[in-house]
T-cell receptor, first 113, second 110 residues
């Protein structure tokens, strides 16, 4: 099976802009979770989608949003970008059980100037 | 919510020695504990996991132990090799979401 894929792999934006990241899960996986990875904070949970519904949400401001499509592909949107949003954004997919094994994508490296 | 602490943050060992990374968690509802290895510029890769009904699990040179009473779990790597050099993350799942430790940068010195 193909692994989790993410596009684009790299992005450079300026403050105030918005950005959309995409994640395609492993075939058959219905859950997609998003994480922000920074050197100082490690992996921080953003949100999880299951069957097109947000099932869980971390402690991030409303500028961070997401959605999931019927084919389980997911997008994450960040509006009004801030310098502090520069990070590696990882998505992970799983079959869907709440404690199911997660498999990560390669990430999107976002740089905000 | 859950709080996962991971120690040490950096670890250097000689090739062939053992490496141990420890994590503690706070929520007794946590029931699934995976470990991920992340090489520089690559995605985190699951290397081993353990569920709360098991005390120990081993896979070749890698083992994980879980002490539910003390709320801690550890990763053990024996006979370390240079290719084991990476950042290792522990995680705990409460049934709602995963909480990750802040990572351990392991360097295996040839």
């Amino acid at each position: 099976k193909a692994g989790v894929t993410q596009t684009p792999r790299y992005l450079i934006k300026t403050r105030g802009q918005q950005v959309t990241l995409s994640c395609s899960p492993i075939s058959g996986h219905r859950s997609v979770s998003w994480y922000q990875q920074t050197p100082g904070q490690g992996l921080q949970f953003l949100f999880e989608y299951f069957s097109e519904t947000q099932r869980n949400k971390g402690n991030f401001p409303g500028r961070f949003s997401g959605r999931q499509f019927s084919n389980s592909r997911s997008e994450m949107n960040v509006s009004t970008l801030e310098l502090g949003d520069s990070a590696l954004y990882l998505c992970a997919s799983s079959l869907g059980g709440r404690d199911g094994t997660q498999y990560f994508g390669p990430g999107t490296r976002l740089t905000v100037l | 919510g859950e709080n996962v602490e991971q120690h040490p943050s950096t670890l250097s060992v000689q090739e062939g020695d053992s490496a141990v990374i420890k994590c503690t968690y706070s929520d007794s509802a946590s029931n699934y504990f995976p470990w991920y290895k992340q090489e520089l510029g690559k995605r985190p890769q699951l290397i081993i996991d353990i569920r709360s009904n098991v005390g120990e699990k081993k896979d070749q040179r890698i083992a994980v132990t879980l002490n539910k009473t003390a709320k801690h779990f550890s990763l053990h790597i024996t006979e370390t090799q240079p290719e084991d050099s990476a950042v290792y993350f522990c995680a705990a799942n409460t049934g709602n979401q995963f909480y990750f430790g802040t990572g351990t940068s392991l360097t295996v010195i040839p």
